[in-house]
Structure formats: C-alpha cells, structure tokens
C-alpha cells in the first residue's frame, strides 16, 4: 500500500499508481519523479512480456533503477500478479494469444 494504488486516478505511494499499467507507457506519469532508468526507456510500453520482465528482475529490466524490489522468481506468480494489474483499467488490453488458448483450454 506504500508503494503504490492501483485506483483510479489513485496516488502515487513510493511507486507510481498502477491503474492502467498494461498497454501504459513507460515512466508515463508526469506526476511521478522516475529514475532516469525508466526515464531512459520512456518509448517503451508496458505489455505483458514486458511487465513479466521488469517482475522477474526490476535491476535487469532497467539498470540503475530505484526499485528496492528484488523481483519475483516464480513465473507463476508473477503471470497472476499481472492477470491482476490488468483489471484495473478503463480499456482492457487481451491476453496474450497463448496464455487466452491456455485460460480456455483449462475451462473446457
């Protein structure tokens, strides 16, 4: 909760509000002070694969980051932390087409 808020028009903790992540450009924020790491990659858009980079390892993602977090080592997890982040938005962005024939597969 200190880090960051996933609401709509939500603050900014130590991290910036994550609400709309998926499909968001990087460092996208102006009211938010991003490391120049993130500054540096600012064209780049935070797509699923992206996202579960930047989750397995912050530092190797973007060298130089602030983010204290160390990353999450379980692609598992962080598939479910990203399925998570992506309802909070006004325009969904799909899954990718493996993971949506995966998710099907299993309703069947």
Not at 8 to 16: A, I, L, S
Not at 25 to 43: G, P
Request: net charge negative; charged share 20%.
């Amino acid at each position: 909760r200190a880090c960051h808020t996933v609401e709509k028009d939500g603050r900014n903790g130590t991290g910036p509000n994550l609400y709309g992540i998926v499909g968001r450009t990087v460092a996208a924020l102006d009211d938010f002070n991003y490391s120049n790491a993130l500054r540096e990659i600012q064209t780049s858009v935070w797509t699923y694969e992206s996202l579960d980079e930047w989750l397995k390892s912050p530092k190797a993602f973007a060298s130089g980051t602030s983010m204290s977090f160390a990353g999450l080592r379980k692609p598992e997890q962080r598939a479910d932390l990203i399925a998570y982040l992506a309802t909070f938005t006004d325009s969904p962005v799909p899954l990718p087409a493996v993971v949506a024939a995966e998710v099907a597969s299993t309703e069947e």
